[in-house]
């Protein structure tokens, strides 16, 4: 079904002239997770999307999976990454290739994300998220809720500067490559083109324990429940959620599920403020650093694709690419 490959310290050359620079670079994020966190259940989890015995064989799925990784984690096209991977010995040693085995052509990487599709994904970040719960990263106490927009890979200006008339909005949307985007709101002035990344995260680890991802005219607000639903089935759900006033109207949800609303309420609103207020005020900032950190180094600000499925799976890859790497410093620090 796989294509067989060589061990890369136990190749001709891979033992003899490199181990002494994976030793050196103890420290490196590669090296501390290939040595701290074990992704062979992936091999098990995608079995039913090969065919055991027709057809060529196919690369292993964890080698895969882990070329997507490196691809989110430097936020590199499909080109550069397998360019850089013939070229960098811990990128070989990483995903397992020997100094005298091929790298797969960067056309197999869309087909493997193909091959997969979205619920493979989903299952794939949440046993992530349940290896950070084994490890004790993640706990019930609280859970934040937030989302951000994603702009779509469009040129928006080119497909609007033929049309200049007063519904030049559809003229848009009918005229745009990805069918799937739309145009939100962030305030009454302030709008992008695209789709719109959904998450709940534990408040003490930053672990993102749910992700969705829809077009961007869909509000905040119908978000929660979905997220909710994922959160409790990959990381058991938490005892309080606390978000803006973007997700107010959820109180018969949240109850519910027995979790305690700290939907920060909006100032019309007559409900007098919870005791907890301030605390819940000053936890929201923690959320907003791990988008700044997605977009500023993993490339979440702009899909790659068109389509909402291909960006949920993009989306997917970035949060647990931050997971990953908020486990392996936790089983693994830096030694100084």
């Known amino acids: 079904m796989f294509k067989s490959q060589g061990s890369f310290t136990n190749s001709m050359f891979g033992s003899y002239a490199y181990e002494k620079v994976i030793a050196r670079n103890f420290n490196h994020l590669l090296v501390r997770l ?3 966190i074990d992704l062979s259940f992936i091999e098990a989890l995608v079995q039913d999307c090969y065919c055991p015995d027709n057809g060529r ?58 091959r997969l599709g979205e619920d493979k994904f989903n299952q794939i970040f949440n046993r992530i998220v349940e290896l950070a719960k084994e490890n004790g990263l993640v706990d019930s106490r609280l859970r934040l809720i937030d989302c951000t927009a994603i702009t779509a890979n469009v040129d928006i200006y080119r497909c609007a500067k033929t049309k200049q008339a ?29 789709y719109k990344s959904g998450i709940i ?23 929660l429940e979905s997220l909710v639903e994922k959160d409790i089935v990959a990381s058991g ?28 309420r909006r100032n019309n ?18 959320i907003e650093h791990k988008f700044a950190e997605g977009k500023n180094l993993h490339g979440l600000g702009k899909a790659r694709y068109w389509g909402r499925w291909k960006v949920h799976i993009q989306t997917l890859l970035i949060y647990l690419t931050m997971n990953l790497k908020k486990i392996v410093n936790f089983l693994i620090p830096i030694e100084t």
């Open 34 to 36: 290939n040595n701290s």
């Open 201 to 223: 995260i534990d408040a003490e680890s930053e672990i993102v324990t749910a992700v969705e991802t829809s077009t961007a005219s869909i509000h905040d607000v119908e978000h």
């Open 269 to 286: 609103m007559k409900q007098p403020r919870r005791l907890s207020y301030k605390l819940d005020k000053m936890v929201r900032p923690i």
């Open 237 to 264: 759900g938490a005892q309080r959620l606390c978000g803006d006033k973007g997700f107010v109207g959820k109180d018969t949800f949240l109850k519910d599920k027995n979790i305690i609303n700290s939907i920060i």
């Open 166 to 194: 007063e519904h030049d909005q559809n003229y848009i949307n009918h005229s745009t490559p990805d069918k799937e985007a739309s145009t939100g709101h962030k305030t009454a002035h302030k709008k992008w083109y695209g």
């Open 57 to 114: 064989r196919a690369y292993h799925p964890v080698l895969m999976f882990k070329i997507l990784f490196l691809q989110t984690l430097y936020n590199e096209s499909d080109e550069k990454i397998i360019e850089a991977i013939d070229t960098n010995i811990l990128f070989r040693y990483f995903i397992g290739l020997s100094l005298e085995d091929e790298i797969p052509d960067r056309t197999l990487l869309g087909k493997f994300k193909n």
